[in-house]
């Protein structure tokens, strides 16, 4: 029987299965964060309907609704053409598509569930069996240890011998105001080894964007969380054409590196890896939380049927990961097709995709029509 929980790492992954574990049981969990919030940071994020499914259960619906949209469509445009290719339809499920900014997220569930009160802010340096080292040359032992310290979690590293590893392409990530709403719609515009995602992220018209590009350095050295302010105007006058000029007045846009994970890894006996610490995807099919989210929900499961292990973790998830990371890779590519030919198959393809919202919600039932029992 599970007695005491370590929570390493308060991100979404974090605390969704703490606000679980709060709302529904008596473990004890302590949930270490090495850096304290900032929730001034924006970056924008899409939860696509498996993951706001999961969410209601820790009491989404009392999130304010100024500070998120609901999405009906994504709007989808090759660079060749001024009009757009197809509308694709996300809003046929029993659940939400949402956009929203990823730190009002964390703090909603952390206020919702008054987790701070368990936030130790304490970095966690390395694992032996069940105990956690700290920093500071203190350590405790744990029944169950979790690790949601995120892609670059060095604590895996080292106990599991998995790394990351650089994807081959930058993610350029800002937000701007828009005068006009254009509200309910994700923006999505393919180049060729580029593309291009904007969408609003509350009520005020405030939009974030994310611009993916190929890229043979990754731009650092040890400090994997370092990023890259850049001019994003100078660097991209060629695509100015077909968006908002606002994206590009923006002083505050940074440039990332994006990793991922060949390995993924579930894990070891009592020590459990689950969002991004397990799996590091690529963000084209901006599944990266909703996975955390599913992962978090699917973890709480095994830890109240008391069958918490690395080994029942990854059969629960090895399947559904694996698939979604091969998706996020295919269409990554086919995104960025520079070939004339396979640009025009491809636009056919979307446009029949797209034609009818029960094709589209056919094409996206994998992902979006999750529906976990145990
Ligand atoms: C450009 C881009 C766009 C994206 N867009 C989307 C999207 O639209 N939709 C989507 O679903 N996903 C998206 N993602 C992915 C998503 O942001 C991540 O998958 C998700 O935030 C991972 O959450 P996590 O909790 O697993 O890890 P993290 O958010 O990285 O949290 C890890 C936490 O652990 C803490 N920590 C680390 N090490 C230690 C330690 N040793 N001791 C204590 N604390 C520690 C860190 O401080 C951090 O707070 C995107 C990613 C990128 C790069």
């Known amino acids: 029987m599970i007695k005491t929980i370590a929570v390493v790492g308060c991100g979404i992954s974090g605390a969704v299965l703490s606000a679980f574990l709060k709302k529904n049981s008596n473990i004890n969990v302590d949930i270490y964060e090495k850096d304290l919030f900032d ?8 939860i696509s309907p498996n993951g706001t499914r999961i969410l209601k259960k820790i ?9 998120l949209c609901k999405i009906n469509e994504i709007l989808i445009r090759d660079f060749n053409n001024p009009s757009y290719l197809a509308r694709m ?18 703090s909603f569930i952390i206020n919702e569930f008054e987790l701070d009160k368990q936030v130790i802010n304490k970095e966690v340096i390395s694992i032996e069996n069940n105990k956690l080292n700290f920093k500071e040359t203190s350590s405790k032992e744990y029944d ?22 650089y994807s081959g ?20 515009y393919m180049g060729s080894d580029y593309h291009i995602v904007f969408y609003p992220i509350d009520q005020n018209n405030n939009y974030s964007f994310t611009y993916i590009t190929k890229s043979e350095e990754s731009l650092l050295g040890n400090n994997y969380y370092e990023n890259k302010k850049i001019n994003f105007l100078e660097k991209n006058k060629f695509i100015v054409k077909y968006l908002p000029k606002e994206i590009f007045l923006q002083k505050e846009v940074y440039m990332w590196p994006i990793y991922k994970t060949n390995n993924f890894s579930f894990g070891k006996d009592k020590v459990i890896c689950i969002g991004d610490s397990s799996h590091g995807f690529l963000p084209t099919r901006a599944q990266g939380a909703c996975q955390a989210i ?23 998830r090895i399947q559904r990961i694996s698939k979604i990371q091969k998706k996020s890779e295919n269409s990554l590519k086919i995104f960025h097709f520079k070939n004339i030919f396979l ?18 919600n056919f094409f996206n039932s994998f992902i979006f029509n999750y529906k976990y029992k145990l």
Do not use: P
């Open 39 to 46: 929730s001034k940071k924006i970056n924008g994020i899409q």
């Open 169 to 188: 392409y930058n993610a350029v990530r800002g937000f701007f105001h828009l005068d006009e709403s254009n509200k309910n719609n994700i923006n999505l």
């Open 144 to 165: 169950l240890i979790v690790l949601s310290d995120g892609i670059f979690s060095n604590i895996k590293a080292n106990f599991l011998n998995r790394r990351f590893a």
């Open 59 to 67: 009491n989404f619906d009392n999130f304010n609704n100024q500070n």
């Open 343 to 360: 640009r025009y198959f491809r636009n056919i393809f979307i446009k029949i995709i797209c034609k009818s919202s029960l094709f589209s």
């Open 294 to 316: 599913e992962d978090s929900f699917i973890l709480y499961n095994l830890i109240k049927n008391n069958c918490a292990n690395s080994n029942n973790f990854f059969k629960e």
């Open 89 to 106: 339809s996300v809003s046929g499920y029993d659940s939400n598509y949402i956009t929203l900014n990823r730190a009002n997220l964390v």
